[in-house]
């Protein structure tokens, strides 16, 4: 007999000897009936990122809407006279990927499953990543099963025509890892990850005009004055002193500003190359830095004076910046400590960098069409103003 591989055995000593049965498909095409089916099929790669987009299931709803998000787009109904409902049928698969080679390091599965949403009418075509309250006030359309610490989790769905979202995750957060999400169904659909297009809002110019003062620009003067001495001018030393007595007066829980911190602010506002701050300079940061401290206290609920980093992604629109999934992972893992917080000093440190960067590639982009061509020293230039 030759030795392929293939044996028999009788269907009592199959239930003795095994307890589970996985009958695995490349595709849907035959999971119905003995008909050939054509599907169509959207593939996304995606992953969850500590401190960033791993949030974990519905039962964690201050991280849970930092997940990657998925439209689908279900577009035809399904050709079935048997069916009274007008409904589309699809298959949602998530895959984990590279885990097997994570087991060989005494790793494991993660726990995974996923949510489907309908998106309302006035959020349809945005592609925007949907915000916390989204998913505070709204139920869940579909659901797979249960989640499971297998290497897929795959379930079958029919759904009216729309848009809806997709949210895979694994079930607690905070767990890293990278995965496959497939969406067959019968008929066109489309699927596609979320992403805000990426714009300051306003961008601001550098202070370079004088204007009218008010009372309250002249008692800033006079302070300034007694600040800054007979230059007028005023270092990053200098700043450092007076920002962290400012902190150090209101009492906020923070170890005070770096002389690093201080050099990029005075980058920022330095109009005139001086490499240090004048009055108006001075006054614009200061603006700033008063609504970023707004800021920063909105998120800072327990008043420890550090923030969560997943809130860094709602923090930092409020301050006018609106960044992709890749942006904010970045953002993460450069300014988040090790227990994925981020204190005043960094916050600041993260605006300070993002409106620099924002302000000199606008100063490059002459036809503001959003691209620019850089020479070596005009990147050098570049990176170093921001």
């Not at 379930?155 to 848009?163: I, K, M, V």
């Not at 995750?169 to 019968?186: A, C, K, M, N």
């Amino acid at each position: 007999m030759k030795e392929d591989g293939e044996f028999w055995m009788s269907f009592e000593d199959f239930k003795k000897n095994f307890t589970k049965l996985e009958i695995c498909n490349l595709t849907p095409d035959a999971l119905g009936d003995d008909k050939l089916h054509k599907w169509t099929v959207s593939i996304n790669e995606g992953r969850w990122v500590k401190g960033c987009s791993a949030g974990g299931c519905r039962n964690y709803p201050d991280t849970f809407w930092t997940n990657p998000q998925y439209r689908l787009k279900l577009c035809e109904e399904d050709d079935d006279p048997d069916v009274a409902e007008v409904v589309c049928t699809f298959v949602v698969a998530l895959m984990q990927k590279d885990r097997r080679k994570e087991r060989k390091v005494g790793g494991s599965f993660h726990t995974i499953g996923f949510a489907i949403y309908e998106v309302p009418k006035e959020l349809q075509g945005n592609k925007q990543h949907l915000l916390k309250d989204f998913f505070l006030y709204r139920a869940s359309k579909s659901r797979s099963k249960s989640y499971i610490n297998l290497r897929e989790v795959s379930q079958r769905f029919s759904l009216p025509p729309g848009e809806y979202v997709i949210i895979p995750s694994t079930y607690d957060p905070h767990q890293e890892g990278e995965f496959v999400l497939r969406v067959f169904s019968e008929k066109q659909n489309l699927s596609e990850e979320t992403e805000n297009q990426i714009i300051a809002d306003n961008p601001e110019p550098s202070p370079t005009t004088a204007k009218e003062e008010s009372e309250e620009d002249l008692q800033f003067r006079r302070i300034f004055e007694q600040i800054s001495g007979e230059d007028m001018q005023i270092t990053a030393s200098e700043l450092r002193n007076i920002l962290n007595r400012v902190v150090k007066k209101h009492k906020m829980k923070t170890d005070g500003f770096t002389l690093e911190s201080c050099r990029s602010m005075v980058a920022l506002m330095d109009t005139d190359g001086s490499g240090k701050l004048n009055l108006m300079e001075f006054r614009h940061l200061w603006n700033k830095i008063k609504k970023w401290q707004t800021i920063f206290k909105e998120y800072d609920k327990d008043n420890s004076g550090l923030i969560d980093s997943y809130e860094m992604r709602t923090a930092v629109n409020d301050a006018g910046f609106h960044l992709n999934s890749q942006l904010y992972e970045i953002i993460s893992m450069r300014y988040a400590d090790e227990n994925m917080n981020l204190d005043f000093d960094s916050f600041i440190c993260c605006l300070v960098r993002l409106e620099g960067m924002f302000r000199a590639f606008h100063a490059f982009d002459k036809d503001g069409d959003g691209i620019i061509k850089l020479s070596v020293l005009e990147w050098l230039q570049l990176t170093l103003y921001a």
